[in-house]
């Protein structure tokens, strides 16, 4: 069955770095997300990407967050300059329609020091 | 304001038992409300939405749109159900997703 890929799986930073997270969307989907999960809370939306655009972003994603699909396959989010708070689990989701099954990737843990 | 709720962090039951894992969402439109999964070590997979009706796994959920409510039950719980699920309302048209804080069952032997 196709899987949604991410990757690193682990990774760990210092405060003010960039970090690029990579994702590897199911091959015919067109809409695609990034969701966080910081420890113990719950998983929030981050925004949606569709046709080579951002469709919704929410406030967590403010200028110091980018996304782009560069060579039609990997969907990546950029952290321009990591902060301590932005240590959580990034999933990606991508989905065939527009709400439908979003299928998730296993997650990226990253871990600002 | 959109937002799902699962008064619930844990729910531990016996094997054989009934389990109702509950969720609650307050959303202005009509909406669109599914229930995922995620076993130990696995990926977020989605267990069903109320559009498609269907009985996943012996579990169902009803949308009560009077009582804004989206409970999943399943009459016998099984071991292979401990997991942490989630309840998600789809918002707006972007699919965006909106989860609830997550219900962890644990079903004892």
């Known amino acids: 069955e196709p899987e949604v890929t991410q990757t690193p799986s682990h990774q760990v930073t210092q405060m003010g770095q960039e970090v690029i997270l990579r994702c590897v969307p199911i091959?015919?989907?067109?809409?695609f997300y990034w969701y966080r999960q910081i420890l113990g809370q719950k998983v929030e939306f981050l925004v949606s990407?569709?046709?080579?655009?951002?469709?919704?972003k929410s406030e967590i994603f403010d200028d110091q967050f980018s996304v782009e699909r560069p060579d039609g396959s990997n969907f990546t989010l950029k952290i321009r300059s990591t902060k301590l708070e932005d240590s959580a689990m990034y999933f990606c989701?991508?989905?065939?329609?527009?709400?439908?099954?979003?299928?998730f990737g296993q997650g990226t843990r990253l871990t600002v020091v | 304001a959109q937002r799902v709720t699962q008064p619930e962090k844990l729910l531990s039951v016996f094997k054989g038992a009934p389990v109702e894992l509950k969720c609650n969402y307050s959303y202005s439109g009509s909406p669109e409300l599914f229930w995922y999964v995620q076993y130990s070590r696995q990926r977020l997979q989605l267990l069903l939405r109320h559009i498609s009706r269907e009985s996943i796994k012996g579990f169902t959920a009803d949308l009560n749109k009077g009582e804004t409510s989206f409970h999943l039950k399943k009459p016998f719980a099984q071991e292979e159900d401990s997991a942490m699920y989630y309840c998600?309302?789809?918002?707006?048209?972007?699919?965006?997703?909106?989860f609830g804080q997550g219900t962890t069952l644990q079903v004892k032997p």
């Open positions: 091959s015919n989907h067109l809409y």
């Open positions: 989701a991508t989905d065939r329609e527009v709400g439908t099954e979003a299928f």
């Open positions: 990407f569709y046709n080579n655009e951002i469709s919704e």
């Open positions: 998600a309302l789809s918002s707006g048209n972007t699919g965006k997703l909106i």
